[in-house]
């Protein structure tokens, strides 16, 4: 039991480390990361997919493009939940 204890510890530790580098993108790509991420969430129990790798990838790509200057619509298109749905079921397929 106290090993769980310690992997749920570390594990949140984990995830506060990485929404404290989702809150460092400008405000804009913060907003479309959070509604993606809730899209994950919730399509997680019908579609397939690691919802971890999903939203490191997207953390990543989101990341490299703040550095370039882009909007994040020019990253994501006008279309927020059809990018959000192409990145899951692109994670299904590829995984």
Known sequence: MG?????V???????LAFRKE???LPKD??????A???YAFKVAPYVPHDTGAVLTQLLELFQTSAAEGLDV???CGDDV????????LNARTSA
């Open 29 to 34: 790509y913060v907003i479309v990361f959070d």
């Open 22 to 24: 989702v809150k460092a």
């Open 73 to 75: 619509l020019a990253v």
């Open 81 to 88: 939940g059809k990018f959000a749905n192409d990145l899951i």
């Open 9 to 15: 510890i570390s594990d949140k530790k984990a995830w």
């Open 3 to 7: 090993g769980k204890q310690m992997s």
């Open 36 to 38: 993606i991420q809730n």
